[in-house]
DNA sequence: CGCGAATGTTACGGGACTGTGACGGCATGG
DNA sequence: CCATGCCGTCACAGTCCCGTAACATTCGCG
């Protein structure tokens, strides 16, 4: 599900360009997103310290670091390899639309830009990285997970859960009693084309079990033979009458 | 089921230096596949004029007709519109890589390309790309069976299966009433190229029924002579014409 | 009733599958 | 520079499953 169904999706939008970046902001707003608006490179990074938001618009000629390093950097990095990321251009640096592309970008946008076009694109790239999960509290038995303040519970109880186990968890808890086998997993969790062996999810599993503790563990089944999948009822054996 | 789980999949391999294609082919023999190397865009449609392979692997430059033509053509075709296609292109072309997803192809490779990488996107392609078992719950009589959840009931009450029972009961479950020689039900739960001793389906027909239990092991039907088939109705004796 | 073929039943050894602990690499932060 | 935390792989162990063999039973038929 797109954030765009439930609820607004959130956009980052670094501009330093206090006229654009309103535009970008009002055009974002009238589109049915969720602006949150910074300056520079460093603010950015700042702001994807905490949730994630759903894409990211990034001017391609910012003060001090670039647009492209930024980009870059986002995806060198495990948590944000895949935000979408569209770049903003000015019109004649042809040249930068192979190098922002190289760099990673999901689309690039040419200033200036019509508002209909913006919002076509920002739509166009939330679709295409779509298959997300709706933001709000996902609830299975005694679990409780917060997409948006990245918060998992055991019976009220916080607990801490490494990245890939938060991801683990938060795919595992939006379908619900569906087996996936262990390549869904390493394609829904990881990524759709990372070569990772199999076995690894086994033990993410493990460590994600320890990490829910004995009120929980259970809650995440081994399907011999199928996969792992989430069981909504623990403690209901399916032994015989 | 994919043939990468019952047998190999076939991969039309469309490459014109002898060396990368020489690569291509160890790689894939390796990652179980069972590749058909051709040189240039004509010898592949004329390739694909017999059996279409599972996946297409196109090179970007190609002598004669290019490989994006190659791809459209292929899209644009009845026949061959769902043929997965990968792209095999050069470093430093990254600007292709739009106009090759755009031109309809599933993923892209880029060169120089490890041959893990390779048969990661091979893979990934072809799980994703692969018809899958019918979703949703198979009903006969007093069983369900939930074919996501991995599930099976008798008259509401869970019971454990192992993957081949499981296996076993879902392909009667669909196509319950008709009558499957021990052969055809190795072909068709255990695969095709597999070579085991008839009375094995005997060993887990009985098995499938003692884990039924008594309300319904009575479902699964021996056909003297002829093999097993599901009864939708339990009691009622099949009546021949 | 007797016989052979087909099927039901039991037991068992090998192997596949998963759980578990440990290790080294890598990036991050001080 | 080191310390820390996370991640992917390996190796080992336990468990479960599966295919085969052997024996018992039932069915079909004369």
Redesign the interface.
């Known amino acids: 599900m797109t954030r765009s169904e439930a609820g607004r999706a959130q956009v980052l939008v670094v501009e330093d360009d206090k006229g654009i970046q309103e535009l970008l902001r009002f055009t974002l707003v009238c589109g049915g997103c969720q602006p949150l608006c910074v300056e520079t490179a460093e603010q950015a990074e700042t702001a994807l310290g905490g949730t994630l938001p759903d894409l990211a618009l990034i001017d391609w000629m910012l003060p001090g670091k670039s647009g492209l390093a930024l980009t870059r950097k986002l995806r060198g990095e495990r948590r944000t390899r895949r935000l979408p990321i569209i770049i903003l251009t000015a019109r004649g640096e042809e040249a930068d639309?192979?190098a922002g592309?190289?760099g990673g970008a999901d689309d690039y946008i040419v200033k200036p830009f019509s508002p209909k076009e913006l919002m076509a694109r920002v739509q166009s790239v939330l679709r295409r990285c779509a298959p997300q999960f709706a933001a709000g509290t996902l609830t299975v038995g005694p679990l409780a997970l917060d997409t948006v303040a990245h918060e998992v519970r055991v019976a009220g109880q916080r607990i801490n859960l490494t990245p890939t186990e938060f991801r683990l968890l938060r795919f595992l808890m939006a379908n619900p009693?569906?087996?996936y086998s262990r390549?869904?997993l390493l394609?829904n969790v990881w990524g759709?084309?990372?070569?990772i062996e199999d076995r690894t999810v086994d033990i993410h599993v493990r460590r994600l079990r320890v990490a829910l503790g004995p009120a929980a563990e259970h809650v995440v089944e081994t399907?011999?033979?199928?996969g792992y999948?989430l069981c909504a009822q623990p403690g209901?054996p399916?032994?015989?009458?």
């Open positions: 639309r192979v592309l190289e009693g569906r087996v390549q869904q394609d759709d084309h990372v070569y399907v011999r033979g199928a999948k209901t399916p032994s015989e009458a």
